[in-house]
């Protein structure tokens, strides 16, 4: 009985290809997936010796992609250091839904996987993305890995007979990889954002950029690849070796097939006289190929595959790069040249002056790579001691010159030097930079900051950090190939990084000022409202003004089930989560006859041993007088009437919003130690003087005695008259004060 196989490729095109090899384009049929741009091809097949009816489809490279959870995603729904530990998930999105779809229901009829993605961490990544959707629903199927580096008809037929099992550490690498970039990105990205827009114009209208790299050369090579003319392009090797599997023909020993390769080459008319050189004995023209020092372990260095002497539907660009590829392989098995060179030093009245001068000996490779150069000028000979009488002294004035901007080659090769991306993101982390105006790019294709990265550069290193330079990315590279070996775990690599760079994230937060002034000398300052307050808001300046955030704690009971029962939320009427539990719980009414006025001193006993005599509250609504089983609150729209809680009597005439948390029951009024005191000065006249601008302080104090979780103290100085504003607040937090857990206590 034949076993079905499901053959999955990373492009419909190296599907299509796959197939035609594999059926030789005999018995093969063709029908639509449910997307229609992944066509799916079914033929005959022995794997070996094993009848199999393979079904081959494809996807369109990463099928899933790397997000918060829906509560973190929206930008003013956290803060922006919570999202260094908010929970994160894969999901399909919406665009590849229907490839999805094609895939779960062809696994469901299947018994085997075979995975036909790129052979490096990113195809390993996308190779596990596909086995989750088909496990998924066929937890039964056998599942392999073909490893290939070239669509050509040998090495198709040999990856198939010789599976393997997926790499999950090269996955885990790239897995590793997108949730740091994740975190880092999204969190620093809102805070620079949502810190800078609204005090500074930022324009770029008028920018000459050119957002879209010229990615024209990677998709020849693509092209090239996929009609099985040159290997697999998108490699890090550049070392031969004895264990490299070069793709030729039948030839499967090492020195055997670089010949094979080079025969192949005689017949061509620009280089094919060369090639006849260097399998010539008698020229001694060859060399082994060396090593480059690196090597991916996934694929070997770029070469040719398939001889052409041009296609008919080359463009000139097909013709150049493999004329490229072809020249550097020749030059890779050949001698190197052979040149002397003389250096002579002078002394004219004391002065020493020098020369140099160089001959080619034996150019070797040189004579098929043209796209290097090496010669120099010819001096005469000179003995040592020897007295000459020059035949002109000139004396010319220059001076030096900056370098010029760089182009995408010179910052493609600055980042390989530095270790910064693999030849698959290279092309990403650039597009990121142009797409986030960090970096323009002029028609000649080289690079310049904008005012905004210079100015963010300028801010980060004022602060301390050398965020912008090339390192961090380099460390992270390495740790990244670290988990590709196994040297290293992801967890390990995770909890590191982003430990480090929450700290960076945090500190740099508290130096928020450099970023302003790094900005003012780029850019204006906005006439838009609220933007006089963000020199002395601790906070980010939108629609409700300052930031009033508090850290809530909601009983789990009495709110729907898809809220968190922790929420750091602002009380400011710009909280979505609020407003929605506000609206879905109701508001209870306050007690006016309870709330003290501003400036009073509270009826309340503030001793501990008289907190401790009072008969104890109901859990559920925190009055008294009945237990949480007799509350009259059954339901989340009820309306319960409570006495707000009395200002604290050290509260210098300031309303004060607190919240407690502690592990002490016993004690929750020791725990009220820190709040805010007013500075030296202040508090004469304090309570009639009318303040400018509306601010809340956030204050998260740590005490010493160990029977404390912590505090959290937001205080509102006094103003007059109060505004509705403040009103309202404090009625929605006492409203949704039977919300909150028994551990959190609210005071107005």
């Known amino acids: 009985m034949a076993v079905r196989v499901l053959n999955v490729a990373e492009k419909p095109s190296v599907a299509k290809s796959v197939a035609g090899i594999l059926s030789r384009n005999r018995g093969m049929s063709a029908r639509n997936g449910r997307s229609r741009y992944n066509r799916v091809f079914e033929f005959e097949y022995e794997i070996g010796g094993q009848r199999c009816h393979m079904v081959v489809t494809s996807v369109t490279g990463h099928l899933m992609e790397l997000d918060f959870d829906d509560r973190f995603r929206k930008w003013h729904s956290c803060d922006p250091a919570d999202l260094y530990h908010a929970p994160v998930r894969k999901h399909v999105p919406q665009d590849k839904l229907d490839i999805q779809k094609t895939l779960e229901e062809e696994a469901r009829r299947c018994q085997w996987l075979v995975l036909w993605l790129d052979c490096d961490r990113e195809g390993e990544n996308i190779a596990f993305e596909v086995v989750e959707i088909c496990t998924a629903v066929n937890n039964r199927l056998n599942i392999w890995r073909a490893r290939f580096s070239a669509l050509i008809d040998r090495e198709i037929h040999e990856s198939v007979q010789n599976l393997v099992r997926p790499n999950k550490l090269f996955a885990d690498a790239v897995d590793a990889r997108q949730e740091i970039d994740l975190r880092i990105g999204a969190s620093f990205t809102r805070f620079q954002t949502m810190l800078l827009r609204d005090v500074f114009v930022l324009d770029f209208a008028g920018d000459d950029r050119n957002l879209v790299l010229s990615y024209g050369p990677c998709q020849v090579a693509e092209e090239l690849y996929q ?17 490299t599997n070069l793709h030729v023909g039948t030839v499967v020993l090492y020195l055997l097939l670089a010949q094979a390769i080079v025969q192949e080459q005689v017949g061509h008319p620009s280089w094919g006289s060369y090639a006849q050189r260097l399998l010539d004995p008698e020229e001694r023209l060859w060399k082994n190929p060396g090593n480059g020092g690196h090597d ?31 020249r550097h392989f020749l030059a890779c098995v050949s001698q190197p040249a052979v040149g002397s060179e003389t250096t002579v030093e002078i002394d004219i009245a004391g002065e020493s002056f020098s020369a140099s001068g160089r001959t080619i ?47 995408e080659s010179d910052l493609l090769s600055c980042m390989d030097k530095a270790g910064i991306g693999t030849d698959a993101t290279m092309h990403d982390h650039i597009k990121k930079l142009l797409d986030r105006c960090y970096a323009t790019k002029d028609s000649n294709t080289r690079f310049s900051p904008t005012n905004l990265g210079e100015a963010l550069v300028m801010g980060y290193d004022d602060m301390g950090y050398e965020l912008w330079k090339p390192y961090l990315r380099a460390m992270m590279e390495c740790d990244m190939k670290a988990v590709s070996i196994g040297t290293k775990r992801k967890s390990e690599v995770l909890e590191t990084c982003l430990q480090q760079m929450k700290a960076c994230f945090v500190d740099a937060r508290l130096k928020k000022e450099k970023l302003f002034e790094a900005m003012g000398n780029f850019f204006e300052r906005s006439n838009r409202p609220g933007n006089e307050a963000q020199n002395s808001v601790i906070g980010t300046v939108r629609r409700c003004g300052p930031i009033y955030k508090i850290q809530l704690k909601f009983r789990r009971l009495e709110i729907p089930p898809n809220y968190d029962v922790n929420h750091l939320g602002c009380v400011g009427g710009c909280d979505e989560t609020l407003r929605e539990l506000i609206e879905i719980c109701g508001t ?22 008289q907190r401790r005599n009072t008969r104890p509250a109901c859990a559920r609504c925190r009055q008294v007088g009945h237990s949480s089983d007799d ?24 309303i004060m919003f607190r ?59 006094p103003i007059s008259p109060m505004p509705a504003q403040i009103e309202d607040i404090t009625e929605q937090i006492n409203g949704l004060s039977h919300i909150f857990g028994p551990e959190m206590y609210l005071s107005c």
């Not at 040719?304 to 660009?317: I, M, V």
């Not at 209870?588 to 041993?609: F, K, T, V």
């Not at 029951?665 to 304090?686: T, Y």
Request: hydrophobic share 30%.
């Open 361 to 407: 000996l034996a150019k070797n490779y040189l004579d098929v790579y043209r796209f290097e150069s090496w010669g120099g000028s010819l001096i005469p000979a000179y003995l040592v001691g020897q007295q000459f009488m020059p035949t002109a002294l000139t004396l010319d004035s220059g001076v030096t010159r900056p370098p010029p901007l760089l182009s």
């Open 296 to 326: 991916d372990k996934a694929h070997p260095p770029i070469h040719p595959t398939k001889f052409s002497a041009g296609e008919s539907g080359w463009t000139q660009d097909h013709n150049k790069l493999y004329e490229l590829v072809v």
């Open 631 to 654: 509350c009259p609150f059954q339901g989340p729209n009820a309306q319960v009437v409570r006495p707000a809680r009395p200002v604290d009597s050290q509260n210098d005439g300031r």
């Open 227 to 243: 009609a099985g003319f040159i290997s697999y392009p998108r490699t890090e090797t550049d070392s031969f070796s004895p264990n």
């Open 659 to 717: 919240a407690m948390v502690s592990r002490d029951k016993e004690h929750p009024a020791e725990v009220a130690a820190g709040h805010h005191r007013m500075q030296e000065g202040e508090a004469e006249g304090a309570e009639a003087r009318e303040f400018q601008e509306l601010r809340m302080l956030l204050l998260l104090q740590q005490q010493e005695s160990q029977s404390m979780e912590g505090v959290l103290f937001v205080v509102i100085p």
């Open 588 to 609: 209870g009414s306050r007690n006016q006859s309870s709330i003290p006025g501003r400036g009073q001193r509270s009826a309340e006993p503030s001793s501990n041993s």
